[in-house]
């Protein structure tokens, strides 16, 4: 573990974020937080597990509910686990969303332009929200990656580029497909780091599996059925129906967790712990 605080702590120097998320606060969230540390297997709730590799530490859902608070993002009772590995500045969020098997019927035709517009206009009724709590505004600048399906392994990609405070941040989105939901999995990192990132990710996500019974080829007939596909999924997820009838100011809750600063986010969290990292 004194990695992972060494790792922090280069992150601290070696990127620059706003002073007000800079400043860690006297009792840190990450006190409470405990940690399980690599090679050994993630439980995420009841519906998956995943692979944590050496070097990485895990945690599972009320951990990760903890650590959600401290980067200033409601919880909701969807988080199921957080993965992030030593002596690099980024980590991984995942989340369920219990909304029955989707139909991948829109795969061949998936529109960037409209599903972007959509997200900005659900991230402007957001900022609405944000600006209320007391919390730093968010704008969406575009495709980092467009929305892209794999048919064969049911995984929904897409990355997106903003801007908060001045500073450039990107997140890179995955959804997996399962028998009764969708896994929304959320990597958080500086847009510099996302191309050198994204295949210590994708390895991490080879170790990812629905148990048993819940994976999206073990549709039986008579499931429940979600009430939107994959357009709607990039847009919004669980909150895309809200979409149809212009309920934008419940996007807001969907794309926070998107543009965290990273470096802020582990001095705040980690900030007061003592040296058994």
């Not at 990485?56 to 401290?70: D, I, Q, R, S, W």
């Not at 575009?142 to 903003?162: D, F, M, R, V």
């Not at 969708?182 to 847009?191: A, E, F, H, S, Y």
Request: glycine share 10%; with cysteine; proline share 4%.
């Amino acid at each position: 573990m004194k990695n992972l605080a060494h790792a922090i702590a280069i992150c601290f120097v070696l990127t620059a974020i706003a002073a007000r998320a800079q400043e860690a606060e006297p009792q840190s969230p990450g006190k409470s937080v405990k940690f399980q540390e690599g090679p050994s297997i993630g439980n995420l709730g009841d519906i998956a597990q995943v692979r944590v590799p050496a070097g990485y530490v895990f945690a599972g859902p009320k951990e990760t509910a903890t650590l959600m608070e401290a980067m200033h993002n409601p919880v909701g009772g969807t988080e199921k686990g957080f993965i992030a590995p030593s002596g690099k500045d980024w980590f991984v969020v995942f989340e369920f969303d219990d909304i029955g098997y989707v139909k991948d019927d829109e795969k061949g035709k998936l529109d960037a332009d409209a599903m972007l517009a959509s997200i900005k206009r659900g991230n402007d009724a957001g900022n609405k929200e944000r600006r209320r709590r007391g919390w730093a505004e968010l704008r969406i600048v575009g495709w980092a990656l467009p929305p892209s399906y794999n048919e064969t392994t049911h995984n929904l990609e897409w990355a997106i580029k903003g801007e908060s405070e001045g500073k450039p941040l990107v997140n890179y989105n995955t959804r997996i497909l399962g028998r009764s939901g969708v896994m929304r999995i959320t990597l958080v990192t500086d847009p510099e780091t996302l191309a050198a990132t994204i295949p210590d990710f994708k390895k991490v996500l080879e170790g990812f599996e629905f148990n048993a019974g819940g994976r999206y080829a073990e549709y039986r007939q008579g499931d429940k059925i979600a009430e939107y596909g994959l357009s709607a999924l990039v847009v919004g997820g669980a909150t895309a129906v809200a979409l149809k009838s212009g309920f934008f100011k419940y996007i807001w809750k969907i794309l926070v967790v998107v543009f965290v600063a990273v470096s802020a986010f582990f001095k705040k969290v980690f900030g007061g712990r003592k040296s058994e990292y």
